[in-house]
């Protein structure tokens, strides 16, 4: 009667395949230490062939981790680097900190907001003028993303002006922002048909 990978032990590792797993039960099997280290840089070296990545130097201590893993942490072999244990394996990563911070103009988003906090606090002069141009055309960009029908100048001028609490102040009649077009879409030609 033919056995079914449904009917069989669940491979850890199913990337490595059944007979990987095989070896890794029959180096368990193994009584004496020299014999089961011999067998384990076996497995590596096999596993090592499937994954020929994993056999660069600074990579091969993945091998033996799956190994370790692979044996469920029951394998006492000699390892020629340190290797993972049940602990490292089954610890959780740190939680990443988000700011939660109310946004008013969401569609410019949080690094344009920043960015006009930053222009704000510069010295003015010419350099911070330019700066100032940059990101108002900027800003035009992302309100198009959202209001693809056309935004005025005007209306990025009151927004800058709103978000810096009226440090910075362009008017329409001296300032110009770069006018923003959708690129059209390609064509589709008839295709020919072959005779």
Same mark, same amino acid.
């Given at each position: 009667?033919?056995?079914?990978?449904?009917?069989?032990?669940?491979?850890?590792?199913?990337?490595?395949?059944?007979?990987?797993?095989?070896? *890794?039960?029959?180096?368990?099997?193994? $009584?004496?230490? $020299?014999?089961?280290?011999?067998?384990?840089?076996?497995?590596?070296? &096999?596993?090592?062939?499937?994954?020929?990545?994993?056999?660069?130097?600074?990579?091969?201590?993945?091998?033996?981790?799956?190994?370790?893993?692979?044996?469920?942490?029951?394998?006492? *072999?000699?390892?020629?680097?340190?290797?993972?244990?049940?602990? %490292?394996?089954?610890?959780?990563? %740190?939680?990443?900190?988000?700011?939660?911070?109310?946004?008013?103009?969401?569609?410019?988003?949080?690094? *344009?907001?920043?960015?006009?906090?930053? *222009?704000?606090?510069?010295?003015?002069?010419? $350099?911070?003028?330019?700066?100032?141009?940059?990101? &108002?055309?900027?800003?035009?960009? %992302?309100?198009?993303?959202?209001?693809?029908?056309?935004?005025?100048?005007?209306?990025?001028?009151?927004?800058?002006?709103?978000?810096?609490?009226?440090?910075?102040?362009?008017?329409?009649?001296?300032?110009?922002?770069?006018?923003?077009? &959708? &690129?059209?879409?390609?064509?589709?030609?008839?295709?020919?048909?072959?005779?």
């Amino acid at each position: 009667m033919l056995t079914y990978n449904t009917q069989q032990k669940p491979l850890i590792l199913p990337e490595y395949g059944r007979n990987i797993q095989r070896m *890794v039960d029959h180096c368990l099997t193994l $009584e004496d230490r $020299e014999e089961r280290t011999r067998c384990a840089h076996a497995i590596v070296a &096999a596993m090592g062939s499937l994954f020929p990545e994993l056999r660069q130097p600074e990579n091969s201590h993945k091998l033996w981790d799956h190994l370790m893993i692979m044996s469920e942490f029951r394998l006492d *072999v000699d390892t020629p680097c340190e290797v993972i244990d049940r602990e %490292q394996l089954s610890t959780q990563p %740190q939680k990443v900190e988000y700011t939660q911070s109310p946004m008013r103009y969401r569609h410019y988003g949080r690094i *344009v907001q920043e960015m006009v906090r930053k *222009v704000a606090e510069m010295a003015p002069g010419p $350099e911070r003028d330019e700066v100032v141009l940059l990101l &108002a055309n900027q800003m035009k960009k %992302q309100m198009l993303a959202v209001n693809p029908d056309g935004v005025e100048d005007a209306r990025i001028f009151k927004d800058l002006a709103d978000m810096t609490r009226g440090e910075i102040r362009l008017t329409p009649d001296m300032h110009h922002l770069h006018e923003f077009k &959708a &690129a059209p879409l390609p064509t589709k030609g008839k295709k020919k048909k072959k005779r």
